[in-house]
């Protein structure tokens, strides 16, 4: 048998810029030649921006593979995430219910808000209706959980029906 001799490793580390924006995982020790994968993750209300080595940009890719042929520090950069302004409605009928006002709320792109429809007296909550710009993965819901889109009609519509009354006597 033949020995050869191990293979160097080299250190991967990686920073978040600005502190405290979001994570990385998958620093490291590393073989060289081997496939390192780096993840970086934002923190709420941000969003992931790119990865630089030495202030050059190597990937736009918030999953980062590579051959290690070298110790690398990397950087992930984040951004505070875009947001739009919501406006939410309370609508039996499609008219505003006396005495619940309009509310609005920013709501980003990435990270969820979630939103209850309140207990109004005499008005049972049925469904939501989302502007061309809201999205949500279950829109059946309440609470509902939101994001916006890059474009589109900003609001959120909660729709009751009246609860009729009637007393015998």
Do not use: M
């Amino acid at each position: 048998t033949v020995a050869y001799p191990p293979l160097p490793k080299h250190q991967v580390t990686a920073t978040v810029n600005p502190a405290e924006t979001g994570t990385v995982t998958g620093i490291g020790e590393y073989e060289q030649g081997s496939t390192a994968t780096l993840v970086a993750a934002p923190a709420a209300n941000y969003a992931f921006k790119n990865w630089t080595e030495g202030g050059e940009e190597v990937s736009t890719e918030a999953t980062y593979s590579f051959k290690v042929t070298k110790a690398v520090e990397l950087v992930a950069n984040f951004v505070p995430e875009e947001t739009h302004e919501v406006t939410i409605s309370y609508l039996c009928n499609g008219t505003p219910i006396p005495g619940q006002a309009e509310t609005k709320l920013a709501v980003g792109i990435t990270t969820p808000s979630t939103i209850s429809a309140p207990a109004i007296t005499n008005y049972k909550f049925d469904s939501w209706t989302l502007g061309t710009g809201v999205q949500s993965e279950d829109d059946s819901k309440n609470p509902i959980q939101i994001t916006t889109k890059a474009e589109g009609e900003y609001t959120l519509k909660a729709n009751y029906t009246k609860i009729e009354l009637t007393y015998n006597v």
